[in-house]
């Protein structure tokens, strides 16, 4: 139980273009899904929460413009990077909860995704 | 301010030597330590999740400990399938994950 999906696992894309990746709860109802950032060698940084049907919750310094989140269903969240620069290449990180666990703080995360922007 | 330290950065061990990893913490309101493994390329997989001083938790050659100010990962004699990033997260009042920036183990056969 508890499997999170992200598709694509990689994906290169030319400077300017937009990039969107999805995250799926596979086996339970994600009221709350979690984006991250990962650099090499470095720990996740979160970016945004989303809560189902509302607005994503950016971390201080993350552009909401740049980065879309959208989380119209209980199982699917997605991010999509727009005008992606060379800067913007990185390892992103879903991770999926629901609140009606027991433990409210306990994620389960996604296998991520390699965007290379060229 | 929420804040995890883990140690070493970095441990190379030998198939079988036991050893353990360290996570320090300040979190205001505790709602849960967790243990993650992460392989290169991979997402974080679960591993364990503490919630009160005292507490352990064991699966297979791992335990997990934990106290007011740390934790500690302990590894029992060890195989080279046990090569990971080990990340340790805790879980405030924010609800947020705050992550530490984990230990890479390499265990040599």
């Known amino acids: 139980g508890a499997v999170v999906s992200q598709h694509p696992s990689r994906v290169i894309c030319k400077s300017g273009t937009s990039v969107k990746i999805e995250c799926r709860s596979l086996?339970?109802?994600?009221?709350?899904m979690f984006w991250y950032r990962q650099f090499p060698k470095k720990s996740l940084m979160l970016m945004a929460t989303?809560?189902?049907?509302?607005?994503?919750?950016?971390e201080q310094g993350v552009e909401k413009d740049k980065f879309l989140i959208n989380h119209a269903s209980l199982t699917l969240s997605t991010l999509t990077v727009t005008s992606a620069h060379p800067e913007d290449s990185s390892f992103y990180i879903c991770?999926?909860?629901?609140?009606?666990?027991?433990?409210?703080?306990?994620?389960?995360f996604g296998p991520g995704t390699r965007l290379t922007v060229l | 301010e929420d804040q995890v330290t883990q140690s070493p950065e970095a441990l190379r061990l030998q198939e079988g030597e036991s050893s353990s990893l360290n996570c320090s913490y300040t979190v205001s309101g505790l709602r849960g330590l967790f243990w993650y493994r992460q392989d290169p390329g991979k997402g974080p997989e679960f591993l364990f999740t503490?919630?009160?001083a005292g507490e352990e938790k064991e699966k297979e050659r791992l335990k997990a400990t934990l106290t007011k100010k740390e934790s500690f990962l302990h590894i029992t004699a060890p195989k080279p399938e046990d090569s990971a990033t080990y990340l340790c997260a805790v879980g405030g009042a924010t609800n947020k994950l705050i992550f530490g920036t984990g230990t890479l183990l390499a265990v040599q056969p």
């Open positions: 086996d339970f109802q994600a009221t709350t």
């Open positions: 991770s999926a909860r629901d609140w009606r666990w027991t433990n409210y703080n306990e994620q389960f």
């Open positions: 989303s809560n189902e049907g509302s607005k994503a919750t950016y």
């Open positions: 503490l919630y009160s």
